[in-house]
Nanobody
Framework: VQLQASGGGLVQAGGSLRLSCVRS????????VGWFRQAPGKDREFVSA???????DYATSVEGRFTISRDDVKNTVSLQMTSLKPEDTAVYYC????????????????WGQGTLVTVSS
């Protein structure tokens, strides 16, 4: 099973980006999808997650600015990011695990390759 994350780029502070995560060959049914990010020199941190039934979870630092959603027709989980800040700069990863979401990256068993988001001040 492969995950493909895309949509990163360079954006000015206050701008928006939409990240996408596609699971090749299979749907996200029965799976939770998490978004994590890792800035240079820092640990990978939880951003948002969507569990198998559609319950959403957000890190405090992004709540109200980011929105996670799933499109079962396109087999895609998206992360809409608005009001971006320089501190949002990181490589963003999507990951999956069965059923319930978790803020702990160690609980996920499949990872995408990451997409770089750079927010300039």
């Amino acid at each position: 099973v492969q995950l493909q994350a895309s949509g990163g780029g360079l954006v000015q502070a206050g701008g928006s980006l939409r990240l996408s995560c596609v699971r090749s060959g299979r749907t996200f049914s029965r799976h939770a999808v998490g978004w994590f990010r890792q800035a240079p020199g820092k640990d990978r941190e939880f951003v948002s997650a969507l569990n198998w039934s559609g319950v959403r979870d957000y890190a405090t630092s992004v709540e109200g600015r980011f929105t996670i959603s799933r499109d079962d027709v396109k087999n895609t989980v998206s992360l809409q990011m608005t009001s971006l800040k320089p501190e949002d700069t990181a490589v963003y990863y999507c990951a999956t695990r069965l059923w319930r979401s978790s803020p702990n990256p160690g609980d996920y068993d499949s990872w995408g390759q990451g997409t770089l988001v750079t927010v300039s001040s």
